[in-house]
């Protein structure tokens, strides 16, 4: 009894709910990764908490300690660790946090310092802070290094020998993964230490630096590009790899992908050495069957590319080195493969992959399950790619064991669907709609285009103020506002059934389910109304449909707060002006000079406060002259007064191919609410085209100097967000 209670404790002691190596956020962004340009990523606007641990494209990763180009990492300015990482030892430690400026000086800003802490299991977390908010749009950086409990030097991928003279060899184009050893027809080779003279590419790779001995394990070597004459042009020395030396005379390289193409990794002909394989394998594979349940051994995979909604995007999972177990995330949420058919090029390759018969009950242990790819014309089932092992997990999730596809299928790629849990019941959150035009019986116009509206949560349908629901039925073409009609492919469910999936079909001439759009989550509610998930439809025109009226059982009415607006939420008991994200970034006042800013790129959701440096901000009024972005974007009305509530104002642009100030879409619309304490909120929206972003007036259209330390303890609370319907282009 002592002993199991000596046991208890140690487990007590390694899970303990305040050690953050065991409670972490994992943050899987692809575009953190120090190779990725621009992608109008701003950390400023994240409301980091707690702790987190980097992945990319569901490997270990760290962050960068090295310098970083300029518009990298997928924002402006890249964050670096200044220092090195701890040691286990160390336990949590504070680090400085720098970022570099286009001049290539690597520590011109200095950020916001972070705690550090390393783990067992050889990985670091991270408790992230807001970037200090006067660096232009900055981002954490990542650096995926493959943490194999296998040494490298008995666990490596042959490569080629580069002493050839063709040349179109480029690096940039491979899916590197893991370690590298160097061959020349079955000879040890490695990298030049000097400025090659090339090998068969256009800018060749070597090695800034000498190579290590033994007794010096796992170093980090800069890697430089010879190019025009300049053995280590700027453009192409920001590239760092791992390297170590291995017995036998050889060494072996942590290869990642170049900067820029067409670029290769030379070998330098004059090193080469006799190589003897007489006591390792040329490729190790994974042979064990793991002891451990998969349900807590697990690789996690959250490449937001994999969402159904989302086209190509040049991704090929036949080129991924796929071992052991994967459970799925979309942008931080728990993710499951896609039971439903899939368009033709979407979850970012080609062919999407599908999950053929549906997912296991914790029950049932590990099953196998065939995997389709739908092809085009629907075809939702032509290809048949290899099997996969599926376990469900205590804690409502999945694993699966991911294995290559079917090479002969056309760029696969795995599909994953992200089922929000809320803890909040959407019976009573929801967005309610009372579109007249999407009614079955109306033909009068078939212009509306529902792939065009930014889907945010649950929606409660009603027709003329009465409580209504979709068609379970085929509707005719030209209906519905549109000209491809979405109806409900399936029953409603019962109370009893909470949230259930169904299919949605869209007619075209004879043919009811011509378009099978994306699945969609429905539930039945007390009261006899439903709420429906609705998600962007995969082609235009297209809409979802409101049912005849006429056959419903429930009439309720449509109160007055619904149709003071046309539309607002189910709970009016939350205000905008108390509920809303702080935007202080100074570089959308109108005074900021440069124009990379696209707001395009960034998911609006609710109502936000413009500030600058503390102070409040409001949009311009008139042409604005230009902040961050090629198209200025300001409103065309003056902001209202509190006695008006919530009005809708139009936006217009100033810039871009259209020459000076113009309204480019027309009907282009945001809401505005104007607060107590004299500043504004905005209900912003992705704008139609990029580069373009929400501008704030300059210094002098200021209208009220009011520091954060006297907002309201409320107002602190920056991201609660309203349920509101979103306008539109």
Not at 128 to 134: G, T
Not at 156 to 163: D, F, K, L
Not at 381 to 395: D, E, H, L, R, T
Request: glycine share 6%; hydrophobic share 30%.
């Amino acid at each position: 009894l002592k002993c199991l209670n000596f046991l208890f404790l140690i487990f007590l002691s390694t899970n303990s709910s305040f050690d953050p190596c065991y409670n972490y956020t994992a943050l899987d962004d692809s575009w953190r990764d120090i190779h990725t340009n621009y992608r109008g990523h701003d950390d400023t606007r994240v409301e980091w908490k707690g702790w987190y641990r980097l992945y990319l494209q569901g490997k270990s990763a760290q962050m960068s300690e090295w310098c970083t180009s300029y518009i990298s990492c997928g924002g402006v300015t890249p964050l670096m660790l200044r220092g090195s990482h701890p040691q286990i030892g160390d336990g949590i430690v504070t680090r400085e946090v720098i970022g570099s400026h286009w001049s290539f000086s690597c520590s011109y800003y200095k950020s916001n310092p972070i705690q550090v802490k390393a783990c067992p299991g050889n990985y670091y977390v991270y408790k992230l802070v807001k970037p200090d908010i006067s660096i232009p749009v900055p981002s954490y950086c990542a650096v995926s290094f493959s943490n194999s409990t296998i040494d490298p030097c008995y666990s490596y991928t042959p490569w080629r020998a580069t002493n050839q003279s063709w040349y179109y060899v480029c690096d940039q184009a491979f899916e590197w993964s893991g370690w590298y050893r160097l061959l020349y027809y079955g000879m040890n080779i490695r990298m030049p230490e000097v400025c090659s003279s090339g090998c068969s590419t256009v800018i060749s790779l070597w090695l800034n630096g000498s190579h290590p001995q033994i007794q010096d394990g796992i170093v980090t070597r800069q890697i430089c590009g010879n190019t025009g004459g300049i053995c280590c042009s700027s453009s192409y020395s920001t590239t760092s790899i791992r390297v170590k030396a291995c017995p036998g005379n050889f060494s072996v390289y942590e290869f990642i992908k170049p900067v820029s193409c067409i670029s290769a990794y030379c070998a330098d002909i004059t090193t080469l050495t006799p190589a003897n394989f007489s006591t390792t394998g040329v490729i190790t594979t994974e042979t064990n069957i793991s002891i451990f349940d998969p349900c807590y051994n697990y690789t996690a995979l959250d490449n937001y590319w994999r969402d159904i909604h989302t086209y190509y995007r040049g991704h090929d999972d036949t080129r991924v080195e796929w071992k052991g177990w994967y459970r799925l995330y979309l942008q931080g949420q728990s993710a499951q493969m896609s039971e439903w058919c899939t368009s033709y090029i979407s979850c970012g390759g080609v062919t999407p992959l599908m999950l053929r018969g549906s997912h296991p009950q914790i029950g049932d242990g590990i099953v196998t399950r065939e995997v389709t790819g739908s092809r085009a014309y629907d075809s939702c089932s032509y290809y048949k790619s290899n099997p996969i092992q599926v376990k469900a997990c205590p804690g409502n999730y999945y694993v699966y064991k991911l294995v290559k596809p079917d090479i002969s299928i056309p760029v696969p790629s795995y599909c994953a669907v992200s089922f929000r849990n809320s803890t909040i019941d959407p019976c009573y959150s929801y967005t309610a709609l009372n579109d007249t035009w999407r009614s079955s019986t109306d033909s009068t116009t078939n212009s509306h285009c529902d792939a065009n509206v930014n889907w945010v949560g649950w929606y409660r349908l009603f027709y003329q103020g009465q409580s209504a629901k979709m068609p379970e039925s085929c509707v005719s073409s030209y209906r519905c506002g549109t000209m491809f009609p979405i109806w409900l492919n399936g029953s409603h469910p019962n109370v009893q059934d909470g949230v259930v999936v169904r299919q949605t079909c869209a007619s075209q001439g004879s043919d009811c389910c011509f378009y099978k759009a994306f699945p969609i989550q429905v539930k039945a509610c007390p009261g006899n109304y439903y709420v429906y998930e609705f998600v962007q439809p995969n082609f235009c025109y297209a809409a979802y449909c409101t049912g005849n009226v006429k056959h419903l059982n429930a009439c309720i009415s449509f109160s007055l707060s619904f149709t003071a607006a046309s539309t607002t939420t189910a709970n009016p008991g939350y205000d905008p002006c108390s509920n809303y994200t702080v935007l202080d970034q100074p570089w959308r006042a109108t005074n900021a000079s440069w124009n990379l800013v696209c707001d395009q790129d960034f998911e609006w959701s609710g109502w936000y406060r413009l500030l600058y440096y503390g102070m409040n901000i409001r949009m311009p009024e008139v042409c604005s002259s230009g902040c961050s972005t090629n198209i200025a974007l300001w409103i065309n009305s003056s902001h209202p007064q509190i006695q008006d509530g919530i009005v809708t104002h139009p936006i217009c642009a100033n810039g871009g191919d259209f020459g000076s100030c113009y309204c480019p879409f027309g009907t282009t619309s945001i809401r505005v609410k104007a607060c107590p304490g004299n500043f504004y909120v905005y209900e912003f929206i992705k704008p139609g085209q990029c580069l373009s972003a929400y501008c704030a007036g300059i210094i002098s259209d200021i209208s009220s100097i009011q520091h954060l330390n006297n907002w309201s303890h409320h107002h602190r609370n920056q991201h609660k967000y309203v349920a509101v319907i979103l306008l539109f282009f």
